[in-house]
């Protein structure tokens, strides 16, 4: 019966080729704009790290003026970094089974053999940075205690940077020279960047992961400037690096693992407890106010996906609507049109469930063939809106869950647009067409 | 003509005419507020940047030896710059504007560290600035070359500051700025020598500091990161870029040139996602509307069809051409109304749920009006071409299938 319906179907559409394509057209606009937003959208609020996202917390405590809130906008939130002496206070005493605390910077890359120095974003981190988030190595691997207190010249070298100075081979052990100093290289990352670069918000969510990373203990030895946000909020004479170290500034991030509930509770209970201590000494004035997130709540708490890609997708699945509403309007008319021989096989004696079914799939075919062409212009969509991004090209890719997603709004979108004139058709009086045959 | 029969006769065939509604209430609701959106957009991309942007090339350079002398190195390099043929001025500039980084400070008008402070971004230039950005003197005075200190022993509010003609109004309102103090959080005074003709700052999208709000200080920074801003002569600015890069390299030891480029380069980075939201939406705007015109094109042709018999028998009786193609506008016009009010409803709770979701501001009544006004145009434009086909049905029809 289904071949039966199938040609009825196809001599249906044939009949009317231009009404086809149109409802064929309306459907694939719809469910193309749907894709290409929605995509967008999917790959900003993916989760970077799904397997440690609930273990990794960022730790924030109100350091903040007594005057004024950090954010003007969110008075209630602690600044979202924390103050040098701070961080070292908290990474040292807090329970935790393991702690980092880092900042970025920019140092120059001599590659020798008469090649021009290069600029490099660097991570000044403590070792458990890559444990923590799970950072892959293609060679080697990070450093040991005893250069996270000594400040020894080590480096990790990011995939991009190993490729750029030794085209790629294991270089480990090698030697390179950073800002006029030798730095023996530990281990080589593979391809490593997440998205949204979730353990660093503070220059945007889809800022590159560095290209080079080193122990944390450097950057005060070396005196290497902060190349991250760094906020001030009290009078203080800056005259360099050392002064910022004392200072109330805050451009340290600090993040602890905390496996439980009762881990976080125990670590959230030390940190009051500290803040309790420094207001005794003088310092916190504000309100005590530490809050721990975890990858998720981090990444809604600083409003990740934009506002933008919400907007966009809430237009893109109200045109969606109208094309469906569209499409019921073009199935109707066509329907009522062909009512009479609807009407014919109905004195011969079809039910009404077999016309409801006939009409089912005649709406299933146009919904096929234009979730496929809706695939196409998603694809297209998203080739088009590439450039309209920057670097983070990782975002216009559609993935087999968009595939399927699309897949399934079409077939959501042909049921509901043909429905209701299915059920309209099959309710019709044979008699009353009949008559005027 | 007599709307009441047509109004009965959409009532009798109501569900194809209440798909149409719809369609132009949603539309209506979602262009009235993309356009609100759009030209919120268009109207940050298009800000005047009060300097001569289209000229400007910045450069940063980086010390990194310990051989590196920063303040000789920048005294050599801005000499190198200003000498080149085809660049009209350089300075020092610590930060690009319209980049979306730079530094901020509160500036205070009184000693007291509990007056109300105004935030404005720094800018740590040399006296040549005025003409590297081609900003013109408003009041006061300009940087004299001995104020300008290469090497600053602090970040300390310095004794002499020129600030931007906003940031004056900000402080003083219409009062003359020149000659009165500003302080620092500190309670550190400094006292403004000149007014200098807008331009926008480092974060042009921000309220605080106002995207025009500046304050310049004659100082050299404290790093050994820099960056110049050289004007080039008209034509000349792509020719001198790698000239730049070049020439610069050659000379001073233990540093390297991390960049040369035109301010177009954060322009665009900066204002990228704008430009995007006016892509998006104008796109959706446009495929919006076109589905809904086709929509209204379906329905009329659908009602011309069903009513072949009615309207031959309607010329019959003497109802002229233009009798029938009215009779389809207004019905299009009927229906659209309804859709407009339904959609102006619509469009209202759109923007309220915008307004909570993202603090934007309400929907002002002119573009669900414009919004309205497109939507009534275009479904009259749809229906034409249908309205004039039923217009051409012959009298004879009546006569023939009857």
Known sequence: ML???????WLSLARTPAIT????????????ATTTTLTVYHRMSANPIPARSSVLHAVTIDSWSPDRPADDENPADPPPQLTYRDALAVAAGA???????????????????????????????TRDFFPMFAVPFAYGGGWDAAADRGGEPVVVLSRETNERLFGGENSVGRSVRIDGREFRVSGVLADWQPTPKFYDLNNGAYDTAEDAFLPFALGAALELQPAGNVNCWKPETLAGLRDLLGSECVWIQLWADLPTAADVERYQAWLDGYVAEQKRLGRFARPSNNRLYDVEAWLRHNEVVGQDSRMLLAVAFAFLAVCILNVVGLLLSRFLGSAGASAVRRALGASRGELFRQHLVEVGLVGAIAGLGGLVLGWAGLKAVEQLYSSYDRLTQLDLTMVL????????????????????????QPAAYLKTQ | MDIRPILSALLRNRTGAVLVGVQVAIT??????????????????????????????FVQSEGYGPEYQHVATMRADLALLRALPGVVAAAPSS??????????????????????????????????????????LVAGRKFRPEEYVAEPANNDLPPLVMISESMAKRLYGDAPAVGRP??????????????????????????????????????????????????????????????????????????????????????LRTFRPDRRMIVFLTTLVVMMTSVTALGIVGLATFHVNARRKQIGTRRALGARRADIVHYFLIENGLLSLAGIVTGALLAWAASGWLASAFQTPPLPAGYVGLAALALLVLGQLAVLWPARRAGAIEPAVATRTL
């Open chain 1, 3 to 9: 071949g039966y319906y199938l040609k009825l179907a």
């Open chain 1, 21 to 32: 394509a149109l409802m064929i057209g309306a459907i694939a606009l719809g469910i193309g």
């Open chain 1, 95 to 125: 329970p935790a089974a393991r702690t980092v605390i880092m900042r970025k910077t920019a140092m120059t890359v001599d590659p020798g053999a008469g090649r021009a120095p290069f600029l490099i974003e660097a991570r000044l981190a």
């Open chain 1, 405 to 428: 997603a699309a897949i399934g709004l079409a077939v959501l979108a042909g049921v509901l647009a043909g429905l209701y004139p299915a059920w309209r058709i099959c309710r019709v």
């Open chain 2, 28 to 57: 209506l609701a979602v262009i009235a507020n993309a356009f609100f959106v759009i030209a919120k957009r268009l109207e940050l991309v298009h800000r005047p940047s009060g300097n001569d942007s289209a000229n400007l090339i």
């Open chain 2, 95 to 136: 930060s690009v504007p319209e980049s979306d980084g730079g530094s901020s400070s509160g500036y205070l008008t009184s000693p007291d560290p509990k007056a109300p402070v105004t935030n404005a971004n720094v800018m740590e230039v040399d006296p040549a600035f005025l003409d590297a950005y081609g900003l013109k």
């Open chain 2, 182 to 267: 500003v302080y620092d959080n500190g309670g550190k005074q400094g006292t403004i020598i000149g007014v200098v003709s807008d331009m926008l700052g480092s974060w042009p999208r921000n309220v605080r500091p106002g995207p025009y709000d500046i304050v310049y200080h004659a100082t050299g920074g404290l790093g050994r990161s820099w960056r110049y801003v050289v004007r080039a002569r008209l034509g000349e600015r792509d020719r001198l870029i790698p000239e730049i890069e070049k020439r610069l390299n050659e000379i001073g030891n233990g540093r390297a040139v991390t960049w040369v480029r035109p301010h177009d380069f954060w322009l």
